[in-house]
């Protein structure tokens, strides 16, 4: 059977939707390309934009730090279905499995929203540190962890409560055009976050909620992504190289070849993506090397996402490109 990948994109500026439906093999090297646009009544949510994907109700979330409401789609049709009012505009979102609710971060604020994942109503509101504007979550003890821009803390919240547990004090350092990621690794229980002024990646202890170790890295550090299959991080860095940092050690192990703005990673076949400029490139996670190159239809690729469920990798592309 052919080695496949399918690839949809969605440009998500100027209020227009192009998708593109891509299959590839990497053992023969080929890629075939389709494009279709599409029509959104509801239109697409301004200024910066975050996803969000809600595996109960198969709908994909999208918002932008300048609209006060965020866009539900519904993943099967690939079709806007509603437009949540959330009272001001929202800088970064998590979705919670374990609760089913969608955590939403007030753009330029101290505080964050908890919506129910199936009624869309806001549950809660949580007060965190200056600033809150990245998440990531700790499927194993059903924390979130959430990055403040303003005071380079990050806080810790029960979701279950929904209250703070714990702030964890000068973590990572960043600026106001590269900021930081996030990810988490369940074997090690251990939450990553890039610290881009310092060079570094700041592990961080989910069971004690303190820093474990800062890992050396490359200029900029400025995207990761957790792979289980060979227990690795893997972190971007500026000068087009990517770094694979073992969990277990907490050192670098190996150095890729290759830029990408942000990852995801296909762990069953022990792949990452990497979109950058006009190119999505695919690395063999088992050689950690590059195996093959995806020509964009569109400049300015800035996001990705891979579904296991249905076999995607979604890609955000700004249209203007840059």
């Not at 299959?23 to 890629?31: D, P, V």
């Not at 930081?180 to 610290?195: D, E, G, L, N």
């Not at 190996?254 to 400029?277: E, Y």
């Amino acid at each position: 059977m052919p080695f496949r990948y399918y690839y949809l994109f969605e440009v998500l500026v100027k209020r227009i939707a192009l998708m593109a439906l891509v299959l590839a093999s990497l053992a023969s090297g080929q890629w075939l390309g389709e494009k279709l646009s599409l029509l959104d009544p509801f239109g697409i949510p301004a200024g910066y934009q975050n996803l969000a994907y809600n595996r109960r109700t198969h709908t994909v979330y999208v918002s932008g730090s300048l609209t006060d409401s965020i866009l539900v789609i519904d993943a099967d049709r690939c079709k806007s279905i509603a437009r949540v009012g959330v009272g001001r505009p929202v800088g970064a979102m998590c979705y919670n499995p374990a609760e089913n609710k969608l955590y939403c971060a007030y753009a330029k604020t101290d505080t964050v929203a908890v919506l129910d994942g199936t009624s869309q109503q806001i549950l809660a509101r949580i007060g965190v540190d200056d600033t809150a504007w990245l998440f990531c979550y700790d499927s194993i003890n059903n924390k979130l962890y959430v990055a403040s821009k303003g005071s380079a803390t990050v806080t810790v919240l029960d979701c279950g409560a929904d209250r703070v547990v714990a702030t964890i004090g000068n973590v990572h350092r960043d600026t106001s055009w590269l900021m930081s990621r996030m990810c988490f690794a369940p074997a090690h229980k251990t939450v990553y976050i890039t610290s881009p002024l310092d060079s570094s990646v700041v592990a961080i202890d989910c069971s004690a909620d303190a820093v474990l170790a800062r890992i050396p890295v490359g200029q900029f550090p400025h995207a990761l992504c957790y792979n289980p299959t060979n227990d690795r991080v893997y972190c971007a860095c500026r000068g087009d190289t990517i770094l694979g940092i073992d969990v277990a050690t907490n050192q670098v192990v190996s150095v890729v070849p290759a830029h990408g703005v942000t990852l995801a990673c296909d762990a069953a076949r022990n792949v990452l993506f990497a979109p950058h400029g006009e190119m999505l490139v695919v690395v063999d996670c088992s050689a950690d090397t590059v195996a093959a190159t995806v020509e964009l239809p569109l400049d300015g690729a800035i996001f990705v996402g891979y579904d296991p469920l249905d076999d995607k990798v979604y890609v955000a592309q700004d249209e203007g490109g840059g």
